[in-house]
């Protein structure tokens, strides 16, 4: 499995080893990523990956819900059109979309941004705020886990990044728990116009 690869490489990036490389036999994976920036000093070589061996899916928080069919073409594009079988959902430490809401609320205040702009619904909810890094990276990956969108044979694990150091932890492995012919029963169709969905409070940070 790539993944117990990258892991390896990571151990010695996390030593030191910034030139280390994961054994991945030519196979592609998808890294999807909270969009922080702080991130783009260990991406990709904290996975023992170069620049054209991942496709990299930006997720602020790494917050999906059920429903949310951006992350979920992204995810089935990279699988479908660019052979990738190994997926990891990285959540990392200190993430700014685990802040509470008065936080985020002060901050757009503070950008010029009136609280009546936001409208009167729940901003947890509104801008995809997670309760913590894990939880909303597992759960992520169980939406995709559960997706008739991603082949059978693809596995998505949950991950979780230190954001000082690039190391890198499991919160969860796991291969898709559908069977592809679930596709017919769901009523998604790749083919057709993609509309905003509309994200539930039950949405947010749900289990995997």
């Known amino acids: 499995m790539i993944l117990d690869s990258i892991l390896e490489a990571n151990r010695s990036y996390g030593a030191g080893n910034r030139e280390v490389r994961a054994q991945t036999e030519g196979a592609a994976v998808a890294l999807v990523v909270c969009k922080d920036r702080r991130l783009q000093e260990h991406i990709p070589r904290a996975f023992g990956l170069r620049y054209g061996e991942y496709d990299h899916i930006a997720l602020?928080?790494?917050?999906?819900?059920?429903?949310?069919?951006?992350?979920?073409?992204?995810?089935?594009?990279?699988?479908?059109?660019?052979?990738?079988?190994?997926?990891?959902?990285?959540?990392?430490?200190?993430?700014?979309?685990?802040?509470?809401?008065?936080?985020?609320?002060?901050?757009?205040?503070?950008?010029?941004?009136?609280?009546?702009?936001?409208?009167?619904?729940?901003?947890?909810?509104?801008?995809?705020?997670?309760?913590?890094?894990?939880?909303?990276?597992?759960?992520?990956?169980?939406?995709?886990?559960?997706?008739?969108?991603?082949?059978?044979?693809?596995?998505?694990?949950?991950?979780?990044?230190?954001?000082?150091?690039?190391?890198?932890?499991?919160?969860?492995?796991g291969a898709p728990e559908r069977d592809v012919k679930q596709a017919v029963a769901t009523g998604w169709d790749i083919g057709v116009s993609v509309t905003v969905p509309t994200v539930s409070a039950a949405g947010v940070d749900a289990p995997g």
Do not use: Y
């Not at 901003?123 to 597992?138: C, F």
């Not at 992520?140 to 998505?156: D, E, N």
């Open 60 to 173: 602020a928080g790494c917050s999906s819900a059920e429903n949310d069919q951006g992350i979920l073409r992204s995810a089935c594009m990279a699988a479908v059109l660019g052979g990738v079988r190994e997926i990891l959902v990285v959540g990392h430490t200190d993430c700014h979309m685990a802040s509470d809401v008065a936080h985020v609320l002060a901050a757009f205040e503070k950008a010029g941004v009136p609280r009546a702009a936001l409208g009167s619904g729940d901003l947890r909810v509104l801008l995809g705020l997670i309760s913590s890094p894990q939880s909303a990276a597992d759960a992520t990956a169980g939406i995709l886990r559960r997706s008739p969108w991603i082949p059978p044979g693809s596995a998505v694990h949950a991950l979780l990044m230190d954001t000082a150091s690039g190391r890198l932890s499991v919160i969860s492995r």
